[in-house]
């Protein structure tokens, strides 16, 4: 991932003394996930350009950092090398630390002073949120310009890539623009490299005083940068209220309530795995296989019915079956249960004879997060290969995203799916599948459904036909 600044006027290789980087110099950091390189592309009196940019170590990612207690943040297949997301916040505050306080010793009247720059931020996420672009950035004084690619040059129809290339111009204080991109990186990217706490509330309000407390879009900028959480946002919005008081300012009225994935949310996971289970007992199972098993919730539910003697559970990431083993206690079980459980890593979309020979199987919110051209691939290798008695799928209904204040029209509602199906095109599939391999199919909706729109999840019953 890379960041540029560039500066034109006179004398623009003063910047070095801006950033405390020498332009003849290149310069690297260690970070706790890879390192930072700090170089100039271009260098004249006129025109200099500096660039950071991040080498991020994506076994660090996933099995954690050598030497280190800690387990990995994300799975092997993530945009995190690649996309500018928390890590390159991360990189700014420590590589370019000093600018963004203001500091400039001998240099000081040049900090001090609004500078021509224009800075570059490449592959930041942007799903569904362009015009947010505009909107966070232009009141701040910048021209805002980006562009973006199909996703697959070979595949048009799947649309425009959520990634974009951002560009900002204006007339600014190096520090003010340091600060800026720094906030506003993780605004739009919604998936922060670590625990999102207290302390954040500090770093917003230290890195966006003079500018946030009166800007347009704070209440989005604000719950995005706090990851919705809303005890840390009330929290926020006080400080800020505090800081217009303190400048002479009426208090603003009580803002509106943050918006936040509604709670009902956490309550629907559960919904879906109680109706999961009713499915798998009520056709007979003795033996299931939860395909996709994540971190083990649904496992961790099959484990407490006696009906089923013979458990397993697939992943193709290592990282989610070590917490689902942890969850499981499988390392302190007793000999009968590690006998009913095995947990094994493999993938939805290649033959493998160790998902075979099981009454029922279970893909549970899996089958979105496959790149659609692999979906054949998926239907030989479970309804043709491995051909259990019975299939339970789930899978979201896009339709219901209507409901959901925080989702932008075409979003999906995690960023690691692929697609999302109405209920009429899950039905669609569901059916042709069903009847090119042997099965019926039967459907239902969980959780509270919309007169319109229908239930947030949708779930089908393949049978094997005798």
Request: charged share 25%.
């Amino acid at each position: 991932m890379l960041f540029t600044i560039t500066y034109t006027g006179q004398n623009t290789q003063e910047l070095g003394f801006l950033l405390y980087k020498n332009p003849a110099r290149p310069q690297v950091s260690e970070l706790s996930h890879g390192k930072a390189y700090v170089f100039y592309p271009e260098v004249s009196d006129e025109r200099t350009t500096a660039a950071l940019l991040l080498d991020i170590d994506p076994l660090d990612l996933a099995r954690g950092k050598a030497g280190s207690s800690g387990g990995g943040l994300f799975d092997y297949v993530n945009d995190r090398p690649y996309a500018s997301s928390s890590f390159m916040s991360t990189a700014i505050s420590k590589v370019f630390g000093t600018a963004m306080t203001g500091r400039a010793d001998a240099h000081q009247k040049l900090s001090d002073a609004p500078l021509d720059l224009t800075a570059s931020v490449a592959m930041l996420p942007c799903r569904g949120e362009r015009e947010k672009l505009n909107a966070v950035f232009e009141p701040l004084g910048y021209e805002v310009s980006f562009d973006t690619a199909l996703s697959d040059e070979k595949h048009p129809n799947w649309g425009e890539s959520k990634y974009v290339n951002l560009t900002l111009k204006g007339n600014v204080r190096l520090r003010d623009l340091l600060r800026h991109v720094y906030v506003l990186i993780p605004v739009f990217d919604r998936q922060k490299h670590y625990w999102v706490g207290t302390d954040e509330v500090e770093k917003l309000l230290q890195h966006g005083e003079g500018w946030l407390e009166n800007h347009p879009e704070k209440e989005y900028i604000t719950r995005r940068y706090l990851g919705r959480r809303r005890g840390l946002v009330n929290l926020a919005f006080e400080r800020l209220a505090e800081a217009n008081v303190a400048d002479g300012e009426a208090a603003p009225e009580e803002p509106a309530e943050p918006e936040e994935i509604p709670e009902k949310k956490l309550n629907l996971n559960a919904q879906r795995l109680g109706s999961v289970i009713a499915a798998v007992k009520s056709c007979g199972a003795k033996g299931v296989i939860d395909l996709g098993c994540g971190e083990g919730n649904l496992l961790n539910l099959l484990m407490k019915e006696r009906q089923f003697s013979r458990i397993a559970g697939m992943d193709v990431s290592h990282v989610a079956l070590g917490r689902a083993n942890d969850k499981l206690k499988l390392e302190h079980a007793g000999e009968h249960m590690r006998e009913r459980m095995t947990l094994f890593q493999g993938s939805l979309t290649y033959k493998d004879t160790r998902i075979a020979g099981y009454d029922a199987a279970c893909v549970v919110e899996v089958i979105e997060h496959l790149d659609p051209p692999r979906l054949a691939a998926f239907e030989r290798v479970l309804f043709e290969f491995a051909k259990p008695p019975t299939v339970i799928l789930t899978t979201p209904n896009k339709e219901y995203n209507a409901n959901y204040a925080n989702l932008h029209e075409d979003d999906l509602r995690h960023g690691d799916h692929r697609f999302e199906w109405t209920r009429a095109e899950f039905r669609d599939w569901a059916n042709k599948t069903a009847e090119k391999s042997g099965y019926t199919v039967r459907f239902s909706e969980i959780g509270d459904a919309d007169e319109k729109c229908g239930a947030p999840t949708q779930m089908g019953v393949f049978s094997l036909c005798e």
